[in-house]
């Protein structure tokens, strides 16, 4: 198995039940997207850039999807989290009911447009 994927799937419950239907989503809209494992997180490269990456905070007890381009996005602003990041914004999912499938779609095709 891949290191992307071992992550993923050696998440507690709460955790991999938001990343499987992050992955899914994001690789049925963008399926050119490629899947690494970098900076110890799944990492999805689009037209070999990083586009965007998946983080389980255990912390915080959410999971981000953060978009590379993401101060650069202009819908669903108030959906975005950017705290202390220089180019990064974030979908911020608590639970898997959190997930708005429709704002994930666009934020995702939107920050397609920035590649």
Known sequence: MKPAEDYILNQPELYREILLNLQVVIEKELPQAVLFFKWNVPYYYLNNKPFCFLNASHKGRYVDLAFN????LQQHV???????RNTF???RFFSIDEINVKILKEVIHEAK???
Not at 78 to 84: F, Q, R, S, Y
């Open 89 to 91: 914004k974030s979908l």
């Open 78 to 84: 108030a959906h975005l989290v950017g705290e202390k």
């Open 113 to 115: 447009t920035l590649y």
């Open 69 to 72: 381009k993401g101060y650069e």
